[in-house]
């Protein structure tokens, strides 16, 4: 799974979730994408879930890129804990995902096999998607 090789500091805080990408809302790299219609956290398992049914449904045809990663550490305290003691340990890693960013693109593959593999995907991730291609950017 994807996670940061090391960090300057091993917990943060939480964060806003509110606005639109300022960054990273075009297709840069393939022909097809999913591109986020809404905010929040994406999980590292939900991310490697969703690049393994896009490879799976295009037997590994065409290249896909990963637009986001999972930079965000969040921390859970064990269950049934007192108030106090501190804030828990790092539990898992999260991508923040805000409004038109764009999370997969593909490339190489004809449009109903990234039409299909894209929605495949989208149901592993917690957040709304869309499907966006090059010709629908440009107008």
């Given at each position: ?10 917990k ?12 990273g ?35 590994r045809?065409?290249k896909?890129w ?17 108030m ?15 409004r ?16 299909e ?23």
């Amino acid at each position: 799974m994807l996670q940061p090789k090391r960090t300057k500091y091993r917990k943060q805080f939480r964060d806003r979730r509110k606005g639109m990408a300022k960054r990273g809302f075009t297709l840069s790299f393939g022909e097809f994408g999913l591109k986020a219609a809404g905010n929040g956290w994406v999980r590292a398992r939900e991310l490697e879930s969703a690049r393994r049914a896009i490879s799976h449904y295009t037997k590994r045809g065409g290249k896909v890129w990963i637009r986001v990663f999972p930079h965000k550490p969040v921390t859970q305290k064990p269950l049934e804990v007192r108030m106090g003691g501190g804030k828990g340990d790092v539990d898992h890693y999260v991508a923040v995902v805000k409004r038109g960013k764009i999370l997969f693109e593909i490339g190489g593959v004809t449009i109903d096999i990234a039409k299909e593999a894209f929605r495949l995907a989208s149901h592993k991730l917690s957040i709304e998607t869309k499907f966006v291609s090059k010709e629908t950017t440009q107008l």
